[in-house]
């Protein structure tokens, strides 16, 4: 057994007994279901945890992770976890949460291909082409690149908003708001980058379904 591997499963041991020395039902009342508020569709960088992030415990964040905070409409995963999150769960907020420095769309501003996962990158391409006049227009490219990574974000956003399940909700009179963040690493803290979506109507008539 490596050290690292016997380091971790003595760190849940020790998680546990903190857990239950402060209380002692705190895993039973755990057990007994969950209501969280809020989806939390983010990263999978190793730097970015969910409830870390915003102190949440528990039992608070209902949480999908992919490479580049994705939304995309023929991920079955992530329209499962939404359904879920959102018929279900009755979660109020979905957060859409990228990060500064995220390798998927740095990857996504270069021509280099990686293996597989190229093919995952070619819908962040998809978004620098949407946008391609506004970014080339930024002579920096760390500033090019944290635009990039804002941009992703609020596209993403907005293709949670195209979703029937989003919709639908929102056609039942259901509370559900669709947020979008960036965090930076190198201080911990979060941006709002205000587009924040209640309902339909800031899309483009295209999208918005008539059930």
Request: aromatic residues 10%; contains cysteine.
């Amino acid at each position: 057994m490596s050290d690292f591997y016997k380091k971790i499963l003595d760190g849940n041991k020790n998680w546990v007994k903190s857990k239950i020395d402060t209380d002692p039902q705190y895993f039973e009342r755990l057990a007994e279901g969950q209501a969280p508020p809020l989806l939390w569709i983010g990263c999978s960088d190793s730097r970015v945890p969910a409830n870390e992030v915003i102190g949440a415990q528990p039992g608070e964040v209902f949480v999908h992770r992919n490479i580049a905070n994705m939304v995309i409409h023929s991920d079955m995963n992530m329209l499962s976890v939404l359904d879920y999150a959102v018929n279900v769960l009755k979660v109020e907020h979905v957060i859409v949460c990228g990060h500064y420095g995220c390798g998927g769309v740095k990857a996504a501003m270069g021509n280099s291909s990686i293996g597989l996962i190229d093919n995952w990158i070619r819908h962040i391409k998809d978004i620098y082409r949407h946008h391609h006049n506004f970014l080339n227009s930024i002579i920096d490219e760390k500033d090019r690149f944290d635009a990039f990574v804002e941009l992703n974000v609020k596209e993403n956003v907005l293709d949670l908003a195209k979703t029937s399940i989003v919709q639908n909700a929102w056609k039942n009179g259901q509370d559900l708001h669709l947020h979008g963040w960036v965090y930076r690493l190198n201080n911990g803290l979060v941006k709002d980058l205000d587009v924040n979506l209640s309902n339909n109507q800031d899309l483009d008539t295209v999208y918005q379904l008539i059930f």
